[in-house]
């Protein structure tokens, strides 16, 4: 079945460290996003790539940063810079249509130890 | 820029009822289109109804449909016969021609079904 894959589910980070959430996707979707999930606000994009090793800055990259080397894979970095990083991260794809909706991962929750 | 807005936080239903979560947008775009996702507690992002901004008839989809008014700029989503299981968040969300397929989210309405 195709679908999109995140993992860690739960992943820990002491201050000062790196941290790299991966997104894998069988869709054949040439699109792919992360989005930032905190409670009460929604989802918030931090960065987005329609095409490969392309990738444009959301509303809140700061902090963040992505590659695109392959079709299928779209890890986000958590830098040391990004101050408050505890959140739930969604991972998504898309053809590149305005009225073809996402498909989206199960999440990682971090958390900053 | 286009903004999402959902003004209910919370809402509450019993089952078998219908609901109406509210949806209202903002944009300058002709050319956009109106999603409506519904989260579980599990985190998961699952779509549920789509309608285009040229689309003459309003959406459905079993039990899911979409009161689109134009000019009004809303977008609500309607549940009929409510079940326990649709206790979840609801996301309203807009795409544009501009954006790259970019979808713009509202911060969500926490709906729960009682007995």
């Known amino acids: 079945d195709g679908g999109i894959t995140q993992s860690p589910k739960y992943l820990f980070r002491k201050e000062g460290q790196n941290v790299t959430l991966s997104c894998e996707q069988n869709?054949?979707?040439?699109?792919m996003y992360w989005y930032r999930q905190d409670p009460g606000q929604g989802l918030r994009l931090i960065y987005y790539s329609q095409i490969v090793n392309d990738f444009q800055k959301g509303d809140i990259a700061e902090g963040y940063s992505v590659s695109r080397e392959k079709k299928e894979s779209f890890p986000l970095t958590v830098t040391s810079a990004q101050k408050n990083p505890t959140a739930f991260y969604l991972c998504?794809?898309?053809?590149?249509?305005?009225?073809?909706?996402?498909?989206f991962g199960s999440g990682t929750r971090l958390t900053v130890v | 820029a286009q903004k999402i807005t959902q003004t209910q936080p919370g809402m509450f239903v019993q089952e078998k009822e219908a609901v109406t979560l509210d949806c209202t947008y903002d944009t300058s775009d002709p050319s956009y289109g109106l999603f409506w996702y519904k989260q579980p507690s599990s985190g998961e992002m699952i779509f549920l109804i789509y309608?285009?901004?040229?689309?003459?008839q309003n959406a459905t989809e079993g039990r899911y449909s979409l009161n689109f008014q134009k000019a009004r700029k809303s977008a609500n989503l309607v549940i009929s016969a409510s079940q326990l299981g649709d206790s979840a968040m609801y996301f309203c969300?807009?795409?544009?021609?501009?954006?790259?397929?970019?979808?713009?989210f509202g911060t969500g309405t926490q709906l729960k079904v009682e007995l």
């Open positions: 969300a807009m795409s544009h021609t501009g954006g790259g397929n970019k979808l713009t």
């Open positions: 998504a794809s898309s053809r590149q249509a305005i009225n073809y909706g996402y498909t």
């Open positions: 309608q285009g901004s040229y689309d003459q």
């Open positions: 869709l054949n979707h040439d699109a």
